[in-house]
C-alpha cells in the first residue's frame, strides 16, 4: 500500500511534468474507484492550468483556479507520466491530458484509490479537514502528541495511526518508529512520558524522512509505463520480523494483532 512517503515521491515525480501545464482532455474509462469520479470533474477541469501539485496526508493535490483534483492512491494506485500515445493497459482508469502531449494516467487494480474534484478550498474538503498535522512539519513535536495523549487509553501504535492525531504513520512507520524509539506498542498513549515522546518524535521524523530520500532515486520510473514508481524497500528492523532475532538484543520478535493490523516488537527491547 502507498504510505505518505511513497506518496509524497509520486508527487514529486509527476510535478515537473504537469505545473503550469494546461489540461486539454480527461479521460475516464472507469469511475466506480473507492468513490465514483465526479461528473463534472472533466468539464470542470479541461482547459484550466495547473497552478500547483502539492500533498496533503495521503491526497495529491492538483490545484487549479477552477477547483482542485483530490488524488487518492487507495491500496494499489500509481501514477505515471506517459506521452498521449501510449496505450492504456487494462487497470488504467483514468489519465489527465496535457497540451504537450504528455498525460498523467492512474493504474489502480484494486479500486480503493479515489479521483476527486472540489471547487472549494481543497483543505476544507470534508475528508481532509479533519487530518492531523504533517509529521515532517515543525507544528508536530513532543509537546503536541504528549498533550494530545493525555485522555488518551488506547495503545499508543494505535493512536499513532489515527490520522486525526498525525497523518502518515501507517503501519510499517508505527512498527519501526516504536522500535527505534524502545516504546512497547502496546503501551497505552496517556502513560507516556513527554521525554518519551521527544524520542517517538524524532524517530518518526527519521524514518519518515530516509524514505523520502530513498524514493528520490525512483523519480525516473515515473515515466515508465512498466516502471514500479515509489514503491521502494528500507531496511526494515522489526517489521515482518517475527521469529528472528532482535537487531539490538538477539531475543525473539514477537508478532501480534493490534485492531487487525500486525505488529511487530520485542519484548526486551521496547517497554
Ligand atoms: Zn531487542
Redesign the pocket.
Known sequence: MPELPEVETSRRGIKPYILNKKVTDVIIRQKKLRWPIPAALKQQLIHQNIDKVERRGKYILLITQAGTVILHLGMSGSLRILNKSVNAEKHDHFDIVFSNNKILRLRDPRRFGAVLWTRKAPLKHKLLINLGPEPLNDEFTAQYLFDCSRNRKVAIKTFLMNSQIVVGVGNIYANESLFNAGINPKRLAHKISLARYEGLVSAIKDILKRAIEQGGTTLRDFTQQDGKPGYFQQTLLVYGRADQP?V??G?TIKQIKQGQRSTFY?T??QR
Request: include cysteine; charged fraction near 15%.
Open positions: 532482535c539490538s538484543c531475543k520485542c526486551h527491547c
